[in-house]
T-cell receptor
Framework: EPEVTQTPSHQVTQMGQEVILRCVPISNHLYFYWYRQILGQKVEFLVSFYNNEISEKSEIFDDQFSVERPDGSNFTLKIRSTKLEDSAMYFC???????????FGPGTRLTVT | GENVEQHPSTLSVQEGDSAVIKCTYSDSASNYFPWYKQELGKGPQLIIDIRSNVGEKKDQRIAVTLNKTAKHFSLHITETQPEDSAVYFCAARSWGMDSSYKLIFGSGTRLLVRP
């Protein structure tokens, strides 16, 4: 069964450093998303991406964040200068249609020290 | 914007009993309601969903009901098994001509099924 994959599973970085989180969505899916979950809190929407453009972004997704689909399979989330409060689990998701089901990856745990 | 409330936050049931988790939403434009199961160390797994033109949907031991008037929806798990133990999240999404692509999640329910 096709699934969304994410790497790395755990990333530790120092405050102020740049990190890139990687995702491989399900191969025939067209819509891509990033969500995050701070420990003990709700899963929160960050950004959606379609046709090489951001479709929607939340207020969390400020200028420090960017997304890219560098090739036909990868979808990345970059945080330019990490803050302590960026520590969270980051989930990638994909769907075939905008109205379709969203399938989530296993997540990347980001720890900023 | 949309807000989703979920309760209870924890639920402990005896194996074989039923479990019910309830969610309410605020935006009457929301018309798609998925439920996700999250096991320790894993991402949310879609287990069932319901669209607003349907009042109830079943898949084996799992069912979801939707009351659009009251703006609430519920997950029902019958004949619970220890492997049902996990955190369950409800979510809501509005879509249409000016689609909002994002899911708004509830705060999660930790279900423990006691053998």
């Amino acid at each position: 069964e096709p699934e969304v994959t994410q790497t790395p599973s755990h990333q530790v970085t120092q405050m102020g450093q740049e990190v890139i989180l990687r995702c491989v969505p399900i191969s025939n899916h067209l819509y891509f998303y990033w969500y995050r979950q701070i420990l003990g809190q709700k899963v929160e929407f960050l950004v959606s991406f379609y046709n090489n453009e951001i479709s929607e972004k939340s207020e969390i997704f400020d200028d420090q964040f960017s997304v890219e689909r560098p090739d036909g399979s990868n979808f990345t989330l970059k945080i330019r200068s990490t803050k302590l409060e960026d520590s969270a689990m980051y989930f990638c998701a994909s769907s075939y249609q905008t109205s379709g089901e969203q399938y989530f990856g296993p997540g990347t745990r980001l720890t900023v020290t | 914007g949309e807000n989703v409330e979920q309760h209870p936050s924890t639920l402990s049931v005896q194996e074989g009993d039923s479990a019910v988790i309830k969610c309410t939403y605020s935006d009457s434009a929301s018309n798609y309601f998925p439920w996700y199961k999250q096991e320790l160390g894993k991402g949310p797994q879609l287990i069932i969903d319901i669209r607003s033109n349907v009042g109830e949907k079943k898949d084996q031991r799992i069912a979801v009901t939707l009351n659009k008037t009251a703006k609430h929806f519920s997950l029902h798990i019958t004949e619970t098994q220890p492997e049902d133990s996990a955190v369950y999240f409800c979510a809501a999404r509005s879509w249409g001509m000016d689609s909002s692509y994002k899911l708004i999640f509830g705060s999660g329910t930790r279900l423990l099924v006691r053998p």
